[in-house]
């Protein structure tokens, strides 16, 4: 396809959720530069893997000087990279507040900051946020601060963004996953897990995949955190 072909970003996108984010967006026919610490050179010719610590604004800048210079455009966004720590609060230690912080509001700062600016070169974008269902359903028997204080920060500079570029044609949405069957979970806790939610079963990072494209076609959908987490959200 020619430069009119669409360009997306993805962030933590060498396993989990992130690697079935690269091909459901491949599957879209969008172009896609796939970014993190550890990833490997795509075979896929329109898939563009940059290796790197989103923590650190010099890695933002080479993803969206990768993505102009092998693609000429950005039209989506997803901050999918993520650090989770379960721990009681005060047992969290300095490194767990650094590397957590690290990850979930400097790597989205950096990349999103650079992105936007070019999407609203362009007059159209499309950010998604991938931040947490436990946010607003925290539980007792998993304390989880970090992620509420980084995702709750997510969730709501979505809100604050999507009507600071609502007139400028860049659209931003958050997707709150629950529970998905991805390596940070271990298989023996796989059904313990599962009945936490209404829907009695884990969710698949197809599940999120399918939303974020979802929004990716609500063109007059903005600033909502959409939840997936078999109802969890909701109530049990």
């Known amino acids: 396809m020619g430069a009119e072909q669409k360009v997306a970003i993805v962030t933590g996108a060498s396993q989990g959720i992130g690697a079935a984010l690269v091909k459901a967006y491949r599957r879209r026919n969008y172009r896609v530069v796939a970014n993190s610490r550890s990833i490997q050179p795509s075979f896929d010719p329109d898939v563009l893997a940059v290796a790197g610590d989103i923590s650190l604004p010099e890695t933002a800048q080479r993803i969206i000087d990768g ?33 957590v912080l690290g990850t979930n509001l400097a790597g989205f700062f950096h990349i999103t900051q650079r992105a936007i600016a070019e999407m609203v070169k362009r007059g159209s974008g499309h950010v998604v946020n991938i931040t947490a269902s ?12 970090l992620a509420a204080l980084t995702k709750g920060g997510l969730n709501a500079i979505t809100k604050s963004l999507a009507i600071e570029y609502a007139g400028r044609g860049v659209r931003i949405n ?3 996953p629950g529970v998905v069957r991805t390596p940070l979970h271990p298989l023996e806790t796989h059904e313990a897990l599962a009945k936490m939610n209404p829907l009695g079963r884990l969710g698949e990072a197809g599940d999120i995949a399918e939303t974020v494209l979802f929004l990716e076609s609500a063109s007059f959908v903005t600033g909502e955190i959409v939840h997936v987490d078999g109802g969890r959200n909701v109530g049990i």
């Open 67 to 99: 993505a102009l210079e092998r693609f000429g455009r950005i039209d989506s966004l997803i901050n999918n990279a993520g650090i989770f720590v379960a721990k009681p609060f005060t047992e969290y230690a300095e490194t767990d507040y650094a590397a």
């Open 174 to 176: 958050a997707v709150a």
């Open 134 to 145: 436990l946010v607003d359903q925290p539980m007792a028997a998993r304390p989880a601060a």
